[in-house]
């Protein structure tokens, strides 16, 4: 191969979309079994390549490396420069990229990192670059990585006195990716001063942590840019070029950044029950070549029963418990468009849950022109009213666009959305 992505398992990499939006058509996926990594590296068939898991430290043996990757003890940069192979770590220039875009600096801070493995260490090389006061790493067993790194402290996480003084945190594990996407490592809660959360995982784009902070009013970001930007630098090493950004680039990458996230986001339509957010969103999904989930028809296909007879048989609060179930379940995938029940949105679980990986599009419809047939809880217009005044609020709190709705304007509606 010329260019590619070295890995074990890689068929949901990111990495050709990224390479080839930054000028490389032919970028490939390699997956090599670890049995058959030594005769891959030793026939070094390739120009250059990135290095994912579980290979970073394993290719180490076959390089030259540079200053950063000896420092890490990882790498994700391999070069074939005349059959002499040059590792690099990238990671540490992408990381700092994304800290810096979220307006965090980590210079004079306590930072505060969560899991030991190779991103840690990363995170760790770059908060201790950056002139950090003080670093403490986290891990389930206090994991120490003083053979890399001697002057960092360490602890377990029922050690909050050890680490509750953090002002940036950043997690490393992989607590929160989906499909666990409601798990984090650590309460921000524990923390007594913290401004800033750096969160390397990018699945949702936003993690039950990077969630907290935004509703705490604190700087966070997911780990989409350091994926963009580490790749973006490697391939300044591919064409032996210096691992800088280059005039007039920052806004190719901010725009790569910005085409994954609209493709990997499910769009979610919420509103007043008989607004259109299935009509709307059948032709969206047609448009986009996007599944489209009506959540209450999910509800009915999962209970067996629609939801006017299943609130009948138990109630509203086990109707609210099972379609909490449904909401959660489609709204952690990606890439689809989401209709859901009007009242979908009362409860706080099921914001967060469509908040964490969906651009909310609210559909605003008079009130007389609403359907209602069929709509156990807002058959009558006075209390339809009710739950208007109820909900309106809540739906524009929530939603990233507000459309306001007209007969018949489906295609004009679609057209805003996209």
Not at 164 to 171: A, T
Request: proline content about 3%; hydrophobic content about 40%.
């Amino acid at each position: 191969m010329k260019y590619g992505l070295l890995g074990e398992k890689l068929k949901h990499s990111f990495s050709p979309q990224i390479h080839n939006a930054f000028g490389i058509e032919d970028y490939i996926l390699k997956e090599v079994p670890r049995e058959e990594i030594d005769a891959f590296m030793k026939a070094k068939d390739f120009t250059a390549m990135n290095v994912t898991i579980p290979y970073k430290e394993a290719v180490i043996p076959y390089c030259v490396q540079d200053e950063v990757s000896k420092a890490i003890g990882s790498v994700n940069t391999v070069v074939n420069r005349e059959g002499t192979l040059y590792a690099y770590n990238t990671d540490c220039l992408g990381f700092l990229y994304m800290a810096t875009e979220a307006g965090i600096t980590f210079t004079g801070k306590r930072v505060v990192v969560l899991g030991s493995g190779g991103t840690a260490k990363t995170a760790v090389y770059v908060a201790r670059q950056e002139g950090a006061s003080e670093i403490v790493v986290v891990s389930r067993s206090g994991a120490n990585i003083s053979e890399v790194f001697g002057d960092v402290k360490t602890a377990d996480y029922t050690q909050t006195e050890a680490y509750q003084d953090g002002e940036i945190v950043v997690n490393t594990t992989p607590l929160g990716m989906y499909p666990n996407v409601q798990a984090q490592a650590v309460d921000l809660d524990v923390f007594k001063q913290v401004e800033a959360v750096v969160d390397v995982v990018y699945n949702p784009l936003l993690t039950a942590l990077t969630l907290q902070a935004k509703k705490k009013g604190i700087k966070y970001t997911n780990g989409l840019p350091m994926l963009v930007a580490q790749a973006y630098f490697a391939q300044r090493y591919f064409y032996n070029e210096e691992p800088k950004v280059k005039s007039g680039d920052e806004v190719l990458i901010k725009q790569v950044i910005s085409d994954i996230e609209a493709r990997v986001r499910n769009i979610v339509l919420i509103g007043m029950p008989g607004s259109g957010k299935s009509t709307v969103g059948k032709a969206l999904a047609e448009r986009l070549g996007r599944t489209f989930v009506d959540t209450d028809e999910e509800f009915a296909k999962a209970e067996g029963m629609l939801a006017g007879e299943y609130i009948e048989k138990y109630g509203e609060v086990a109707f609210r418990d099972a379609e909490s179930r449904v909401v959660k379940e489609f709204t952690k995938e990606k890439s689809l468009v989401i209709a859901t029940g009007g009242g979908s949105i009362l409860r706080e679980e099921n914001r967060d849950a469509m908040m964490q990986n969906s651009l909310i599009i609210y559909l605003d419809r008079e009130l007389c022109k609403l359907a209602t047939d069929g709509r156990p809880l807002s058959g009558d217009m006075e209390r339809m009213q009710k739950l208007y005044e109820m909900r309106h609020p809540i739906y524009v709190n929530l939603a990233d666009k507000v459309i306001k709705v007209e007969e018949g304007a489906v295609n004009s509606i679609v057209e805003q959305i996209i």
